[in-house]
């Protein structure tokens, strides 16, 4: 299986076309200006529908950045059975 | 008309400035406090001259959600320099021909913001701020109502950037008839996540400012309940917003479990909210009123406001006139309509601009003597209020008869399960067209498809329903229709 940081990256390509490389663990809203509030929207589905997940209101308040990100989206990943990954 | 100070607006709002003026950045925390504002209006007036720009230059102002771009743009206002607004997120994609197309002969930014297109070309880029220079050691420039204060930046229907030309008497006239259509008090403090780049976040501005109330940005509305616990810290009195805001705060936000007392009301413009959205956010924040307004770049901001005890028997009603306003309905001869019938809706009055710069032929087709074309299809009832039923160029046509997008996506969106809908036309070989439709859909929804397809009016033809995670939205959070298209 990929990497998740590199899945992350994908779902960022996916919601604000941008070079997936340029998204690295450090990179916050003021690195990408996309990444406003109609985008971090866009990016909670691109990242559901990368990994499979839903997301609720908290979730998306504690998304301030890419490390953040990979957090949730890490202990989320680890309560679902890994035969529902996709 | 003689020249004069008393006409510069950014003179005037400064005269007006109070005990509870600031200008807030809620992401630092940075206050800049009513006794300095002034001072640092007045830094950026003397900056900009200093470098070499004399009155009716042109610059460019990116606009972001921290107070500097504010001082920037009242700075070269309080000058008598033509600030033409950019909004931020756009500088690298739009602002080029902004500043090709005004003429401009500098561009400022914010701490942080870069702006290759104008490095490479050698244009001047002043970044940050100036020192601040005492308020009496300079005068606003001299002007009349009629002189051009801003540029601002309009998407015509081709997407070309127009700049729509508002003079310091268009600016005075609108501020005042928002001020009095809303009740501002004297110590009122508003939230606002838009940039003055756009006419809306401008009128907050200028409005709370004039009433010798403050302004808090906050950029982080990504995080909505961040915004949300801000407008309790700074205690701010108003909120504003386009309906993809109200729709996240409903949605993608705890506004049900972060109470706001302090609240005293929503203004809401940019678009058609559905009246059940309205109705949740009263239900939710009680002690707010909700303002619904309605209005264009074109002219200066506001046109309309439905006061708030009439949400009740006027809801999906964009109000009253403003009282210095005129409006009409005219058919497509020009001929003014009597109520009840759809044409254009056309507004004459103090804050009607005067048109764009440097484009005649678009100013000939938008403005006619005194009056704007809104280019919005609209009706008037029996009491005056004005009924929005679309832009012209936002209907389609189906076995004949019109029917606008609006009216379809409020009837869809009223369906359970759904959140939001966006629709767009298709040719169709029986109907003429026919509706496809982009819908938002509740968690875990299922049969939504079927519900709205069992709920289409038997007049109206389907193509498709396509169920979407998010419909596009320009940086103003409004629907995007030409990127809709590329979706069909």
Redesign the interface.
Known sequence: MEDVLSRVQKAFESAFHIDPQTVTIDSS??DI??????????LA??L??TFGL?FD??D??E??NVKEILRIVQSKLEKVPSATIP | MQRSPEFNFAGRLLQRLGEKSALIDAATGRVFSGQDLPDLVVGFAAGFLSIGLQARDRVLISCGLRPPSTLAYLGAVYAGIVPVLVDERALAMSGEALFTKAGAKAVWIGEGVRCDWARNQNVPVLAGGFDPCPVHSLQPAPCTDGDLAVLMPTSGSTGSPRLVMVSHGNLRANTEAIIRSQHLGTDERAMLIMPVSYCFGASVVHTHLYQGGGVVFDSRFMFSDKVLHSINTYGCTTFAGVPAVYNILLRRSNIRSIPLPGLRRFLQAGGALAPESIREIQRVVPTAEFFVMYGQTEATARISCLPPDRLGDKAGSAGLPLENLVVRIVDDEGRELPEGEIGENQVRGPSVCSGYFDDPEATARKFADGWLKTGDFACRDHDGYLWIKGRGDEFIKMRGIRVSFAEVEAKVAATPGVDECAAAAVPHPEAGEALVLYVVTGDGESGVVERIRHAFPPQWTCASIRVVAELPKTVNGKISRPQLRTLA
């Open positions: 809203p003021d200006s996309a990444w406003d509030s109609m985008g971090h929207v866009e589905s691109s559901e529908r839903t209101v908290d998306l308040m998304m301030e």
